[in-house]
């Protein structure tokens, strides 16, 4: 009768071990499906309704569609060299950074020290927060309607102006008193976010980091330059890239106070591609105006994260 011998490796001539299969369905395996399945639904809106809107613009920005006609013919890259040679484009975009610039200013200034005024312990300032908030929830359509009517010539403003012997201007009419007003509206609509937020990160800042400060002779200016706004740098990241992100959307605004008017005074990046798409139907020229949109959100957003380092506090 033969007898098997067992098996030996090519390299060590050993008998080769069989080695008995795991189960399939081991705990780590289940912890990567579990964390899989939690973030499958915010992946998967992100694909539907970030990156395929993304591809789609592309796409519609190298061909022209004519709604009316029904055509939708190939162009390449016509609408792009017809967006390097509109003659209405550096006006556009010189409204636009005059916009988000002052918007941007205003809105982070004032949410800082309405943040400071807040964060005093004093009586009432529980009414003083709710009251500065309350317009950010706030229909914004009606809040631009109200807006609209107080900003007439003979409107609530001047009305007030003319109680104390002062004519007020035509504040919608004129280039740079309508693009104040639209600033000051969209100011007045947000801060109590920024404020909010602001209040936040300085109610963790340590106290006895000012008292250490305040026994060392350091002056108010002094405590809020060297501490607060260095420890409360994480936030002012934070609240200048959605302000920004904010102010290069605004259309609401434009649409029902101004209409882009006087002129192009007032006429930015996104009202601009709005007339173009849907007032004059020129679709392929609209995603091209989307897409630059889209280059200046993320070159701005991208410059802002990588300048952190320099100003926010514990960035290595």
Known sequence: MAVRTPART??????????????FWTARRRDHLVGYL?????????????????????WYSLNEWNVLAGTFDFVGADNYRRLAEDPKLPSVLTATALFSAGLVAVNLTLALLLAVLLNQRLRGTVVFRVLFFSPVVVSLVAWTIVWNFLLQKNGGINGLLSVVGVTGPNWLRTGG??????????????????????????????????EAARLDGAGAWRRFRSITVPLISPTLLLTSIITVVGSLQVFAQIAVLTQGGPGTSTTVLVYYLYQQAFQFHQFGYGSAL????????????????????????HEA
């Open 38 to 58: 939690f973030v499958a639904p915010q992946l998967i809106g992100s694909v539907i309704f970030v990156l395929v809107p993304l591809g789609m613009m592309v």
């Open 177 to 210: 008193g309508a693009m104040f007003s639209v600033i000051v509206v969209q100011v007045f609509k947000n801060v109590g976010l920024n404020m909010v937020l602001f209040l936040a990160a300085l109610q963790d800042v340590p106290a006895s980091v000012y």
């Open 10 to 23: 090519a390299v060590t001539g050993r008998p080769s071990a069989t080695r008995k299969a795991g189960p």
């Open 290 to 313: 989307a897409v630059l949109l889209f280059a200046i959100v993320f070159l701005l957003t991208l410059l802002q994260w990588r300048l952190r380092r320099r100003w926010v506090f």
